[in-house]
């Protein structure tokens, strides 16, 4: 056990260069990461915040719910913010019709659940972190189109029922468990915890692998031009998470957890979106794609220096 945790610290340690290593082998060298199917990632997500679960106790989640004016003031800053900073973004750098919506969509999403991940791994506010997340991600069938149309008077289908679902399946029903097997077994939690960042970097390389391998061509064949927009939306989404909680004086696991709930986005649902919402604009899938990869490198950079700031 104690080798594990060793590797587990090591893991978390260095989570930066190994997702970055994973998202290099499947950019340039795809076939050795097809295998990772992207039908997986709703799995490996799951197994991340069962992890998560097992971190929290229902005293902390009940406390996120007594002061509800935390998570209204993160679901506010989500879609106000990130899609901002996407038009702004977009019509600055002149992205063409394709490539803007793309942008767009990325920025009306919901936070990702990797947002949770990130900020567990920052030793954040987790509570507060699956609480925006689970309420951004419950108004987005409402918001997302809403919020698109009005930045490009374009309509986006979002199936309701199945965002619902997702969230049940993906946070709700795995922290469920998680706070249930602390519940009764804790001192198989104790021994879990100690290797959970082990866990959540592999998972989170898994899920680049996926989405890379199979974006790699697309990814590839985009201007450098999308590359800048997609790392300034996500790098000012932090910034401005940051710097609001700064000013509201918020206590600093509260400002991490913000910080990051702002600047990572459902980058994947951005991706499957895009192509029933712009049928005939191929390449907006790819802002998305291309944020699924950064965010995560980016998290992982951000993660590490709130945990050396502790």
């Known amino acids: 056990m104690k080798t594990l945790e060793k590797i587990s610290a090591f893991t978390g340690r260095y989570m930066a260069l190994i997702v970055l290593a994973a998202?290099?082998?499947?950019?340039?060298?795809?076939?050795?990461a097809l295998w990772v199917q992207t039908g997986w990632v709703n799995y490996l997500l799951m197994l991340v915040m069962?992890?998560?679960?097992?971190?929290?106790?229902?005293?902390?989640?009940?406390?996120?719910?007594?002061?509800?004016?935390?998570?209204?003031?993160?679901?506010?800053?989500?879609?106000t913010i990130m899609p901002l900073l996407a038009f702004t973004l977009g019509k600055a750098f002149s992205l063409d019709?394709?490539?803007?919506?793309?942008?767009?969509?990325?920025?009306?999403?919901?936070?990702?659940?990797?947002s949770n991940v990130i900020t567990y791994l920052s030793k954040g506010d987790v509570a507060l972190s699956v609480g925006m997340t689970s309420v951004n991600t419950l108004l987005a069938p409402v918001l997302t189109p809403a919020i698109t149309w009005l930045l490009l008077r374009t309509s986006v289908s979002v199936d309701v029922w199945g965002m619902f679902w997702s969230i049940v399946q993906v946070?709700?029903?795995?922290?469920?468990?998680?706070?249930?097997?602390?519940?009764?077994?804790?001192r198989f939690t104790e021994s879990a915890v100690r290797v959970l960042p082990m866990v959540s970097v592999i998972a989170i390389c898994l899920i680049v692998m996926a989405v890379v391998s199979h974006n790699a061509e697309r990814i590839l064949t985009t201007g450098a031009v999308v590359f800048a927009v997609v790392i300034l939306h996500n790098l000012l989404g932090y910034a401005c998470g940051y710097g609001l909680g700064k000013v509201l004086k918020l206590d600093l696991p509260k400002r991490k957890a913000l910080c990051v709930e702002i600047g990572m986005q459902n980058s994947g649902l951005a991706v499957s979106l895009a192509a029933s919402a712009f049928p005939g604009l191929a390449m907006a899938a790819v802002p998305g794609a291309i944020f699924s990869v950064w965010h995560n490198l980016s998290g992982a950079v951000l993660a590490g220096f709130f945990r050396r700031r502790e």
Do not use: H, N
């Open 97 to 114: 019709t394709a490539l803007l919506a793309g942008v767009i969509l990325v920025g009306t999403c919901p936070g990702g659940t990797a």
């Open 23 to 32: 998202a290099a082998l499947s950019l340039f060298v795809p076939r050795a």
């Open 171 to 186: 946070v709700i029903l795995p922290i469920g468990a998680g706070l249930v097997i602390r519940r009764f077994f804790g």
């Open 50 to 79: 069962f992890g998560m679960g097992l971190t929290l106790s229902w005293a902390d989640l009940a406390g996120v719910f007594k002061k509800p004016g935390y998570v209204a003031l993160g679901c506010a800053a989500q879609f």
